[in-house]
Nanobody, 121 residues
Framework: QVQLVDSGGGLVRAGGSLRLSCAAS????????MGWFRQVPGKEREFVAA????????YYDDSVKGRFTISGDNAKNTVYLQMNNLKPEDTAVYYC??????????????WGQGTQVTVSS
């Protein structure tokens, strides 16, 4: 069974930091691009960041550039999202995703269950 398990969310004050993790299991994600999306109630899920399997290529939504960093550890089948200088508008449920291709936009084949990030002002 393919699984992406998100973790690391929580409550933080504006200006603070969090690191999200996504652990993949059940199959090999070799060659897959990994990404993060987020969603708030009543709105569509939106793209945040993506990374290629090799880690050499990344891209971000403009709203998080310079504040968020996506990285991966292939040996651990884990991808991370380091979030710094968090803002209240970053509050959302964050979802890890896997796409068999590195492309724009990312079109995931697999999703994590989501982890809540809440930023207080």
């Amino acid at each position: 069974q393919v699984q992406l398990v998100d973790s690391g969310g929580g409550l933080v004050r504006a200006g603070g930091s969090l690191r999200l993790s996504c652990a993949a299991s059940g199959r090999t994600f070799s060659g897959y691009a990994m990404g993060w999306f987020r969603q708030v109630p009543g709105k569509e899920r939106e793209f945040v960041a993506a990374i290629s399997w090799t880690g050499r290529r990344t891209y971000y939504d403009d709203s998080v550039k310079g504040r968020f960093t996506i990285s991966g550890d292939n040996a651990k089948n884990t991808v991370y999202l380091q979030m710094n200088n968090l803002k209240p508008e970053d509050t959302a449920v964050y979802y890890c995703a896997a796409d068999r291709l590195y492309r724009r936009p990312l079109m995931p084949d697999y999703w994590g269950q989501g982890t809540q990030v809440t930023v207080s002002s």
